[in-house]
């Protein structure tokens, strides 16, 4: 996912520059006019570094002298420059470049390797595609309360649910707080309205706020957006590639999607995809286990269940008891 937005990224960083140009451009018309003995400076300051290329194309005898005596020069030029700017108000550095970011001087590359700036562009980007395509809108862990649940022992479960919820509710906030781009992925099991999206959501914000890349939407949407881009009817975004791409991808509602040859053999190849690259997937689906397997490639169902970590939700469909509250108020 990083190569898709790595052109559009590429030439923000190319305007910040451009603006760095501009701003310099406009601070020195100013200082020109204020301090002209500034500019003065400046101006042979430009001349000693053209000096100094040419005395290392000649090589003559006395070239460490000379430089050494330059090199004196120029330091004592450029401190008369600071010197005289701050006497006037201005900050020493007024008429540096006035980037951005001073580690990859807005070009987001340090000795060649990414700065830290363009990374979190790139996630920027990615987040404003996400929220824009998906038909989910994220969610916090803050808004997830465990009151819903109750507090009593469910006798066919053998769990207290607000308890066996606590414990899914700080493993989840600990996946996403310390989430890494790679590792296991996460299949969320349970009934309707326990939770599943609120938390697969509330993990895919706080791991887009660490700057990865993430994807996020239901089967069905992802589907038919791909089938759409595949067919022609909506314009090429690489959906499939991005999903099979990004850091994280959030695959809501697993088993809610229309079965078509093309939707099912897309879904089987982003997922095997992500995992030989062990890139991490967050599936949710009310279908228990021996639905999946009916619904799905045996290969698929094992896989799931063999290499995610299983979270199984339990208690009462908070979509009901949030409608009843509403109710009674
Ligand atoms: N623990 C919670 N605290 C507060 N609100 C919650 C909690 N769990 C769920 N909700 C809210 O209840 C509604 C249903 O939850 P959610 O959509 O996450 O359920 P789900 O398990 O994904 O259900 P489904 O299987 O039908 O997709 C949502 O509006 C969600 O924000
Ligand atoms: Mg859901
Ligand atoms: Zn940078």
Known sequence: MREYYLPKALSVMESRRGYAEILRGRREAEIARRLP????????????????????????????????????????????????????????????????????????????????????????????????????????FSDFSLQYYPNQKDLKKNVVPREHMGELLR?????????????????????????????????????MEREYL???????????????????????????????????????????????????ASLYRVIDTRLEKNLPTLISTNLTAAQLQKRYENRLVSRLFSLFTTLTFVGKDIRQIRAAEGFTL
Not at 105 to 119: A, E, H, I, S, W
Not at 172 to 182: L, V
Not at 189 to 199: A, D, F, S
């Open 37 to 140: 003995e500034v500019m003065e400076i400046r101006r042979r300051l430009a001349m000693t570094s053209v000096e100094l290329t040419k005395l290392i194309l000649k090589g003559q005898a006395d070239f460490e002298e000379t430089l050494e005596k330059m090199k004196k020069e120029n330091l004592s030029l450029q401190q008369k420059e600071r010197t005289l700017l701050l006497e006037n108000g201005y900050p020493a550095d007024y008429l540096e470049l006035p980037y951005q970011c001073k580690q990859c001087k807005d070009t987001g590359y340090v000795n060649g390797t990414p700065c830290r700036c363009l990374n979190r562009l790139l996630a920027q980007l990615a987040a404003q595609d996400a929220a824009e395509e998906s038909t989910l809108v994220l969610t916090d």
């Open 214 to 264: 993430v994807l996020y939407d239901t089967v069905s949407a992802f589907i038919d957006r791909a089938e759409g881009e595949r067919f022609g009817r909506l314009p090429d975004r690489d959906t499939l590639g991005r999903m099979t791409t990004a850091d994280l991808l959030v695959l809501d509602d697993l088993g809610a999607e229309y079965a078509s040859p093309f939707g099912t």
């Open 171 to 207: 493993f989840c906030q600990n996946y996403a707080e310390t989430f890494s781009g790679t590792g296991k992925g996460i299949l969320m099991l349970g009934e309707t309205g326990l939770g599943k999206t609120h938390l697969s959501l509330a993990i895919a914000k706080r791991v």
